[in-house]
């Protein structure tokens, strides 16, 4: 499974300095990290379900999954007070979270 989503904060950095550059100048690291937490665990999820078959969107701090009747089916929550901080604290802890996560809501199923 490949995403391309920055993987580190250096990458991240990297991403906001390309898109200010190339004109959006509100960008911003915290946009970049919650773009990629989202992208992320929306792929887990499909990975784990074999297809897409539930929808990860934020709902305020948090991930919410919807089923394909829109329904919430579970509320993925950081593990400290953000995904912000998740991803600066250890991206590689969050990602297997992120995965960890996906798998069980797979496993609901």
Avoid: C
């Avoid at 089916?73 to 400290?80: A, D, L, N, S």
């Amino acid at each position: 499974m490949e995403i391309d989503v920055p993987e580190t904060l250096a990458d991240v950095k990297k991403e906001v300095a390309k898109r200010q550059a190339n004109g959006d100048a509100d960008a911003t690291e915290e946009d970049v990290i919650k773009e990629t937490v989202l992208k992320s665990f929306q792929a887990y999820l499909e990975f784990a379900e074999e297809g897409h078959y539930d929808s990860a969107k934020w709902q305020g701090d948090n991930i919410e999954v919807t089923d394909v009747m829109r329904k919430p089916i579970e509320t993925v929550k950081p593990q400290t007070d953000s995904f912000i901080n998740d991803f600066k604290a250890s991206n590689d802890a969050l990602f297997l979270y992120l995965q960890e996560k996906a798998g069980k809501i797979a496993g609901m199923r």
